[in-house]
């Protein structure tokens, strides 16, 4: 098992659709979670960040944690043409063995005008 | 503020050739990544520096990579020789703080072995 699962993609949804994005992972010592959305071509930018448990809302994004069931979530609320990137889950635990900040797969979505 | 400045951002070499690859972090930032992405996949930490030390590089084939940074500011990552599978983006990313910290990324060295 990896240590973070992303589900697959890709993701097609017409434009003011909402989309919701999840990981799931194994390792208890996570306590970072991060959602990064890279554009074709660019590197990955930081788009939510949580310290352990709970919600986080940034505008029309959305970022929940449920560490009890290993699950993170990212919500986008009224999906726009330019949300159409691939979104990377990443966490990390704090300093020591489990610090290394680990990336799911990601998932494209296109945001169909 | 300039970003992560990375260079080349295309490569094209054949198998057993070597490559290498530079990284100018954002200034002040005391931690430098590279991370290899392969097509279809999330980043995958090589190694890691704080300032000029090597913090983790448990994932880096060190029979053919091989990673520096000299006075604490920028890095080169070599591939010698490459293979096939050596195909990838080259990400370098700099942060903060070495834990828990945002990671600011380049736009990538995509490197292509034929």
């Known amino acids: 098992q990896k240590e973070v699962e992303q589900d697959p993609g890709p993701l097609s949804v017409p434009e003011g659709a909402i989309v919701s994005l999840n990981c799931t992972y194994s390792?208890?010592?996570?306590?970072?979670f991060m959602w990064y959305r890279q554009y074709s071509r660019k590197g990955p930018e930081l788009l939510m960040y949580t310290y352990s448990s709970g919600n986080k809302e940034d505008g029309r994004f959305t970022a929940q944690v449920d560490k009890s069931s290993k699950y993170i979530s990212l919500f986008i609320r009224d999906s726009q043409p330019s949300d159409s990137a691939t979104y990377l889950c990443a966490m990390s635990g704090l300093p020591g063995a489990n610090s290394k900040l680990t990336f799911g797969k990601g998932i494209t979505l296109s945001v169909r005008p | 503020e300039a970003g992560v400045a990375q260079s080349p951002r295309y490569k094209i070499i054949e198998k057993r050739q070597s490559v290498a690859f530079w990284c100018n972090p954002i200034s002040g930032h005391a931690t430098l990544y590279w991370y290899q992405q392969i097509l279809g996949q999330g980043p995958k930490l090589l190694i890691q520096?704080?300032?000029?030390?090597?913090?983790?590089d448990s994932q880096l084939p060190k029979d053919r990579f091989s990673a520096e940074r000299l006075k604490g500011v920028d890095s080169t990552l070599k591939i010698q020789p490459a293979k096939l599978e050596d195909s990838a983006v080259y990400l370098c990313a700099s942060s903060l703080r070495p834990v828990g910290g945002e990671l600011f990324f380049g736009e990538g060295s995509r490197l292509t072995v034929l």
């Open positions: 390792n208890s010592a996570f306590q970072y």
């Open positions: 520096f704080q300032n000029n030390g090597v913090v983790d």
